[in-house]
């Protein structure tokens, strides 16, 4: 299996930047396409950024032009660049990973806290 832990976060002033990492551990050979999700109290987890074993990317209209999503894949580990930060974009942020035989794993978070 694989093992999914972020790192990062933390709290930031509007327009600053944050990297977020997660590393993941385990049979990192399976891994497939992978993507950083938000979640905030009440509303359900939305996708931020994803991107396939072929580093093709993807990202949310809400962040297209200030968020890159990257993978290293010697160090089995993802990233999340934030710049431009809005007190909007305060949420737990996820990694997902997807196995090439189908099977998803998420890590356990990390808070991201941008104030005004």
């Known amino acids: 299996q694989v093992q999914l832990v972020e790192s990062g976060g933390g709290l930031v002033q509007a327009g600053g930047s944050l990297r977020l990492s997660c590393a993941a551990s385990g049979s990192t050979f399976s891994l497939d396409s992978m993507a950083w999700y938000r979640q905030t109290p009440g509303k359900q987890r939305e996708l931020v950024a994803s991107i396939t074993s072929g580093v093709k990317t993807n990202y949310a209209d809400s962040v297209k032009g200030r968020f890159t999503i990257s993978r290293d894949n010697a160090k089995n580990t993802l990233y999340l660049q934030m710049n431009s930060l809005k007190p909007e974009d305060t949420a737990d942020y996820y990694c997902?990973?997807?196995?090439?035989?189908?099977?998803?794993?998420w890590g356990k978070g990390t808070q991201v806290t941008v104030s005004s």
């Open positions: 997902k990973a997807v196995l090439r035989v189908g099977i998803t794993v």
